[in-house]
Nanobody, 124 residues
Framework: QVQLVESGGGWVQTGGSLRLSCAASGLTFSTYAMGWFRQAPGKEREFVAAIDWSGGTTNASDSVKARFTISRDNAKNTVYLQMNNLKPEDTAVYYC?????????????????WGQGIQVTVSS
């Protein structure tokens, strides 16, 4: 049974930083790409960042690429999202997800496994 468990969310002021972690179990982590998505109230779930199986290729949405960094530690079965210079518009529930491929994907429909989500709130 695949489990993805996010941690590290919370409340932060504008300009602050948070690091999200996602611990994976039940899958051979090093053979899967991983991604982060977010969903704000009343909005569709959107792509934030993704990383391939090796960590050698990453991608991020235009709205965050200058501020957020995705990384992974295959020895710890964990993927991270470092979020810097946070803005109120970053407020959302953040989800960790895995597609059934080792190659990076950016679309929600390409992802098969999802975490339960974690709240990130940025106050102005």
């Amino acid at each position: 049974q695949v489990q993805l468990v996010e941690s590290g969310g919370g409340w932060v002021q504008t300009g602050g930083s948070l690091r999200l972690s996602c611990a994976a179990s039940g899958l051979t982590f090093s053979t899967y790409a991983m991604g982060w998505f977010r969903q704000a109230p009343g909005k569709e779930r959107e792509f934030v960042a993704a990383i391939d199986w090796s960590g050698g290729t990453t991608n991020a949405s235009d709205s965050v690429k200058a501020r957020f960094t995705i990384s992974r530690d295959n020895a710890k079965n964990t993927v991270y999202l470092q979020m810097n210079n946070l803005k109120p518009e970053d407020t959302a529930v953040y989800y960790c997800a895995a597609p059934i491929t080792k190659y990076l994907r950016t679309r929600v429909e390409n992802y098969h496994f999802w975490g339960q989500g974690i709240q990130v709130t940025v106050s102005s």
